[in-house]
């Protein structure tokens, strides 16, 4: 099974940046049944959302709450994607989480990682 460690993140006053980085213990692009990574993220007392995703050939896709101010990009040689978080505000506080592009249906059925903790002071 695919171990997935992010790392990253901290605290940062609002309209700071915090990139984060999640590094897969193998080469998770090159698996046929999974060519999409996504980050997550789950604020206190709320459900975990989709924040955004990339697959093997650079597509990406975001999340309406962060369109134009987070990119996720990916080093396939590293077996590495990053999320670069900038104009940072309060609401996005939260534990992050990458993990393969799964339907929320099926988020209960797959492990998770410890996340990485962001926090946005205002």
């Known amino acids: 099974q695919v171990q997935l460690v992010e790392s990253g993140g901290g605290l940062v006053q609002a309209g700071g940046s915090l990139r984060l980085s999640c590094a897969a213990s193998?080469?998770?692009?090159?698996?046929?049944?999974?060519?999409?990574m996504g980050w997550y993220r789950q604020a206190p007392g709320k459900q975990r959302e989709k924040v955004a995703t990339i697959t093997r050939g650079g597509s990406t896709n975001y999340a309406d709450s962060v369109k134009g101010r987070f990119t996720i990009s990916r080093d396939i040689a590293k077996n590495t994607v990053y999320l670069q978080m900038n104009s940072l505000k309060p609401e996005d506080t939260a534990v992050y989480y990458c993990?393969?592009?799964?339907?929320?249906?099926?988020?209960?059925?797959?492990?998770w990682g410890q996340g990485t903790q962001v926090t946005v002071s205002s």
């Open positions: 193998e080469s998770i692009f090159s698996i046929n049944a999974m060519n999409a």
């Open positions: 993990n393969f592009d799964i339907p929320q249906t099926r988020w209960h059925m797959i492990s």
